[in-house]
């Protein structure tokens, strides 16, 4: 039975990988319809990414792959939609561009619920019959929310989050508990204006272009793996809040484009980067 | 002995294409050090580009790739400066950017020689101790002037010939006579304003975005293969003389860009297409 | 009684007419918050944009200022909400990015109604408590179908028409109703791709960027004055449908642009063109 | 006798400004050919650059706008060339752009002379017919250093100098000495990447975007307010050897873009910022 796959490859670089793999699935029949490789000199690490097609068994294909290049990380997923559930506090525009793209079937992703600290958003997303839970943290330590948020999360059991807007800090704890699956917006060209409002810091540094950065979450707060980034213009006649107002489109659209490139299983990391295949 | 080399392959895709292909490579002990392949699905066409490494008999490893993918256009280009032509007529911005690279060892091309229609350039290729061949077109037929044109190029046999803002229409014969080996850059975002005097057709019909287009030349005028495009704001207060003043610094960038694509081997040209790997 | 308006004139250029306006203003203790002049000395026009507050008696203030400067086209307007009525077809993207900005008050205006041609937007519209107007084309002449639109509309006295992908063609006599208030957003970068299918277009060609242009729309069909354009990279891999896609986010972004420059009354029509102070 | 000229004019914000400068230009029956101003509310500051043409007698004009404003910055400037003063190290792209320009008349300035601390660039300025001097800073204290570049800048009496890959820190008695008249191009997207070898930084941090700032240098090394920013996106294929060659193009257009802007006496210093008429 005909079916569609992308295999994900990476592993410390030898001659004649590309070889071995595509040998392996040469013996399968299976045919590659994209096929990207990148090897990283410095670390001398090796990144591949296949589309395939044909009649494949996923165990059978990933133990004769285990076989040939036992140190390898491979991975063997569906073309498929996602599951994602996504974490907001009261901002809408990312959260909105996130539903409106779900509803016309422009997101590689099914929304399973969204997670809110505020409530103010609760109307907007029950309009598009998607589960809201408003998990407040009011009264609550960092590590009493957070145990209250994962509970919520955890009971559907995403392959992503998505942080769209969600202004809280994290702890350790939590990023730990989902290694490379937390996506962010931050709203500023990282690594410049790191921390508390980016769009006042610009505005009292008076630079000429904003930017927003799409990252995966570590440890380390807008520290993570960079994915995705993209500036606007801005002038000397722009209020920080005038500023903000047009950063968020950028926002949306690096996140938009962040999304598009995780959900179609085209991001790798590689220590505190990533790899785009 | 060690060298490095591109190899470059395009035909009609079929199923394990790359495991042949990098079986030779595989046989020889020769390094892969990057690789990129491209299926156009809707053509069936497969295109395959690796930066290779080792000890390479040059003849012999075409021979063997010939065997077995025989149908294939193949190429085994080492990795080195290519030789080039530029024609220019009377704008300096692109052949002074050229001249500047080439003296600073920014540029992957020996300049051979610059050819102008017009002598207004010649001290300043001169500076640089690039020979400069007026040829006049004054009191020639087309006809006339490119033959002595193609005569002047001939004698220095260019990988590629530059035509940094030569203003002169190409006929189809010497066309012919370069194929996919003239590049061009059009001081419009193609297909717009094709024809002449394109920035005053962009001030006329008040467009907010300007751009420059790097192609190769074919028979048809500025219907060339597009290798890079790029643009620049203006508003309504730029005459057509200052969209053309901006216009030049993303001619020059552009172009620049299509160079270093063209010198380095990562263009194919597919129909009126091209492939960037 | 303290308010904001904005103040726009534009007229025959002469000697003195930033001094005469703003004596009239002086002597009215009224307060310039922004003022912007341009102009255009190729048609020896003048334009002026100011932003004033203070005790202003909109009647008084116009019979003074046309007493001083009778030739002139004099808008004075409360710096306050527009009233929009949104033309769409079926596709989600421009119409849904509006929606979410007006629920969350980032749009300067009112939306009072959305007309669809088709109806399957309208569970979307509806979920966002917006009136939709379903006028069906089916099995109407041109003119019939317009008549019904118009009925549709007129009953809301809107400032501004916007078509969100709107893609039906207007008639001369539908444009003339609305003279400068009708806002379009193209997807393409005018005037390249002018027509049916731009992206199938751009596919063809092999650009390697591709854009959207938003634009006043007059009789000439993707011919009216621009107000914004904006691009993105495209390359070879992309199909002409995820041109589409990649498209979608640019559309909806210089869409947002246009509303926002045009709900702010910083839009002069002048000829075909605009000037934006 | 006819001539033009550009007005500047920066101050506490009242009402009446506009009205009571454009009044004595009327007076004098000078026309205005272009006009911006602009307003900071934040910190209650009145901008306006005026370029005017008539029969205009600096002195008395500068008496009379004294008279009425007196508390005001008012500048009155020919519209001529400005002469200039470039600083070198040993990177030939900014400067090779500027002698282009100036040999072909692109640029709004005379080069008097090319300073540079090593002598690398010596060949290339020659061949322009500029005087190149060089001040090596072997064996010398950094206020050695400065005191004889600044006696060989002072014999020419500049009236901007221009850092173009200059990689010398300055010392605050050398910067004082040219007030706002000293213009950097740094190497990032300040302010990301502060300090040196920001494309090594920008590697090792694994952005997507980079970029390059031109800006006055003042006493804080990096710190100086901004004029123009430019970006280019980048990839995990960059080395950070290709970062910089890539950052180099963005380099030398973000730097023409300054010089125009500072050039053309569009560039107002306010505070740590710039504010461009």
Redesign the interface.
């Known amino acids: 039975m005909n079916s569609k796959w992308v295999l994900l490859v990476d592993t410390v670089d030898k001659?004649?990988l590309?070889?071995q793999i595509?040998?392996v699935?040469?013996r399968h029949?299976?045919?590659?319809?994209?096929?990207?490789?990148?090897?990283?000199?410095?670390q001398n690490l090796f990144f591949m990414r296949s589309e395939i097609e044909g009649d494949i068994e996923q165990q059978q294909l990933l133990d004769e792959l285990h076989q040939i290049i036992p140190s390898a990380h491979v991975q063997l997923k569906p073309m498929a939609k996602k599951n994602i559930v996504v974490l907001v506090t009261k901002e809408?525009?990312a959260i909105?561009?996130i539903l409106?793209?779900h509803?016309?079937d422009?997101l590689n992703a099914n929304i399973l619920a969204v997670v809110g600290n505020r409530d103010n958003l609760q109307g907007?997303v029950e309009?598009?019959d998607i589960p809201f839970h408003y998990v407040s943290h009011e009264g609550l330590s960092r590590e009493e929310h957070e145990t209250a948020v994962q509970a919520t999360i955890d009971q559907y059991q995403p392959d992503y989050l998505i942080l769209a807007k969600y202004m809280r800090i994290l702890t350790p704890q939590f990023v730990e508990s989902y290694p490379s699956q937390i996506i962010n917006i931050h709203h500023s060209?990282?690594?410049?204006?790191i921390g508390a409002n980016p769009y006042k810091q610009a505005f009292e540094?008076?630079?000429?272009?904003i930017?927003a950065t799409a990252h995966f979450v570590n440890n380390n707060l807008d520290e993570g793996?960079?994915?995705?980034?993209?500036?606007i213009p801005v002038?000397?006649?722009d209020?920080w809040q005038q500023m903000a107002?047009k950063g968020?489109?950028v926002e949306r659209?690096v996140l938009?484009n962040a999304l598009r490139l995780v959900l179609d299983d085209q991001v790798f990391v590689?220590g505190?980067?990533?790899?785009?295949l």
Chains 1, 2, 3, 4 share one sequence.
Do not use: M, W
């Not at 029949?29 to 410095?42: F, Q």
């Not at 540094?205 to 272009?209: M, Q, Y």
């Not at 793996?225 to 500036?231: F, G, K, L, R, S």
């Open positions: 001659i004649g590309i070889h595509t040998g699935l040469h029949n299976i045919n590659i319809d994209k096929n990207t490789e990148y090897v990283d000199k410095a809408a525009h909105g561009d409106i793209k509803q016309f422009a907007l309009k598009f060209f990282l690594p410049a204006f540094r008076g630079v000429k272009i930017g793996p960079i994915i995705c980034q993209n500036v002038d000397h006649s209020s107002s968020r489109d659209t938009a590689s505190n980067k990533t790899v785009l």
